[in-house]
């Protein structure tokens, strides 16, 4: 039977997808990008003040082996043997700083979500001439505390254990690629430090024209050059697997995780683009190898560079911070679901928000407003709204936010797209599929392999030089099978719901004061730890029994 099985797969090829609430591993066939077999571990955050979110570096290493190991024993034994390479695919933006003689990390990773740097953003952007961004230039990204400079500039500021590394050469800087590409292949023994040009083009120290680390850059987040990684191309061998079932196996592709979704998605041609439903939302076109500046809102970042002797893309990019982390919230925080799954169920029993709009701005809102001062707000509450209608309404914000993000990049680019190509977790959910196609009114496609990201990563690492058992020739790629749904209300409904959102995030804006973000003082708006509710009218009216349907 295995013998059996061994023939059929041939060479097969693995991707890490260590995304911000779980970690993966997955084997796919090359010759027909089909998904053979993984292994899902869940990551913990941690919240240790109001705004603050992080993570355990050693906790998600170890969820990586892992998830190879339980992957690698379903496949069984004479099927490891046929994994040639290995692709990493990552939560982008989070930072690790680590001992690099004893491996072990000197504070916990800063995610990307965390909202601790805002005041060090409000004094950086005062010293930023305004007839001269030379950040945004340089890098395509606005000053926030979304980027990695400043979440290290705090960690250099404020923890004793890094300035001494620093200051005694011990110190290592890495995003979460780094972070495991480092310890994977030796770690304290040799490990490779590295990263490649999408995740250091989302550093802000990156200059994504000339693909280097950039002087002038560190000396204004104050980050001293010698603790950065070198910068690799998407798709080239880094180094090998010391230890685990795969011990000596190639690690040879890597890509943040929005850019493996558009690699996934096969969006290689000027002006495809694909929308990513994780923890936030994340809308990439391709633009080819010209960097575009957004006058909507948008990001320019790094695509993808397939190779060291191969061109590199870019692409502009519309941010959510909250997407699949607002079902978490419903479920962990009120208690309204008790599985992520329920919520589609809950939503299917009304059909309707009936007038209720959530706007998830727990970490502010990202593009296109890029306004810290935001927070979560539920407006249009009755007595009749119970949690149906807020898990509908939930389900619409995700909708709404992608709308705002397609409007600007329709903008940017001069040609309003035709469909959206989705992929995520989140698009399992039906009602929301079809919500978003009534929504921006285009008809939404998902491929029925739903794992984009780590099938990028896996075709990055696939076809690297030195391993090339993945061709991505145009006439070699499999062809995708896609669901496909079409809008289903008229065009003027559409508009209406979608204007109404707009004034409600209009009244999500301006409800915090950021000065005391950096030492985790909590602002009167702060009674819940990821977020709270700014309510409209006779809200304290509504009793438990409403939120919970009972009549």
Request: a negative charge.
């Amino acid at each position: 039977m295995a013998a059996t099985k061994k023939a059929v797969l041939g060479q097969l090829v693995g991707a890490v997808d260590q995304g911000t609430s779980s970690t993966r591993f997955l084997v796919f066939n090359p010759k027909t990008a089909e998904l053979v077999s993984h292994h899902q571990v869940e990551i913990k955050q941690e919240l240790p003040k109001e705004g603050w979110v992080e993570q355990d570096p050693k906790e998600i290493l170890q969820s990586v082996y892992e998830c190879i190991e339980k992957t690698c024993e379903k496949l069984g034994q004479l099927n490891i043997s046929n994994i040639k390479a290995i692709g990493i695919s990552n939560q982008r933006e989070t930072t690790v700083v680590w001992d690099k003689l004893t491996g072990e990390p000197l504070y916990n990773a800063v995610v990307w979500l965390d909202l601790r740097t805002q005041s060090t953003v409000e004094s950086l952007s005062k010293s930023i001439p305004v007839n001269n961004n030379f950040v945004k230039t340089k890098t395509g990204l606005p000053l926030s505390t979304y980027f990695s400079a400043v979440k290290l500039r705090w960690l250099l500021a404020n923890v004793r254990k890094v300035q001494k590394a620093v200051e005694e050469d011990r110190a290592l800087f890495g995003t979460i690629d780094s972070w495991l590409i480092w310890s994977l292949t030796g770690g304290a023994s040799g490990g490779v430090h590295c990263t490649d040009v999408t995740n250091a083009s989302r550093t802000m120290l990156f200059n994504i024209h000339s693909l280097e680390w950039d002087k002038e850059l560190c000396e204004f987040f104050e980050v001293p050059m010698k603790i950065l990684p070198s910068v690799r191309s998407s798709s080239e061998i880094y180094g090998l697997m010391k230890a685990g079932a795969l011990e000596g196996v190639p690690i040879s592709g890597c890509l943040g995780d929005q850019s493996a979704a558009l690699v996934g998605q096969l969006c290689f041609q000027d002006g495809q683009a694909k929308n990513t439903y994780g923890t936030g939302c994340f809308l990439l076109c391709n633009t080819g190898h010209k960097c575009i500046f957004s006058e909507h809102g948008l990001l320019t970042t790094v695509a993808y560079k397939l190779g060291r002797d191969k061109p590199v893309h870019y692409a502009l990019e519309g941010s959510v911070a909250i997407a699949g982390a607002v079902v978490h919230w419903l479920r962990d925080n009120l208690g309204i679901i008790k599985t992520s799954e329920e919520i589609e169920k809950l939503a299917k029993e009304v059909g309707s928000s009936y007038g209720c709009y959530f706007v998830p701005a727990f970490s502010g809102l990202y593009a296109p407003y890029w306004e810290p001062s935001a927070r979560g707000i539920i407006c249009g509450l009755t007595q009749f709204t119970n949690k149906c209608h807020i898990a509908f309404a939930s389900l619409e914000a995700l909708c709404f936010q992608t709308r705002e993000i397609l409007d600007a990049m329709n903008r940017d680019c001069g040609i309003p797209l035709s469909h959206l190509q989705v992929d995520g977790g989140m698009t399992k959910n039906k009602i929301l599929m079809q919500l978003q196609a009534d929504i921006l009114y285009i008809p939404v496609v998902k491929p029925l392999m739903p794992e984009t990201t780590a099938l990028g990563a896996a075709m990055a690492a696939g076809a690297a030089e030195g391993v090339g058992v993945w061709s991505l020739e145009p006439e070699d790629l499999s062809a995708v099978t896609m669901e496909r749904f079409e809008p289903q209300i008229n065009a003027k409904e559409s508009e209406i719901r979608y204007s109404t959102w707009k004034k409600a995030v209009m009244k999500s804006m301006g409800w915090v004061s950021t000065q005391s973000s950096e030492n985790g003082d909590p602002s009167i708006f702060s009674s819940l730890p990821l977020g709270f509710f700014i309510v409209s009218s006779m809200v304290m009216l509504i009793g438990a029994r409403y939120l919970s349907g009972v009549p």
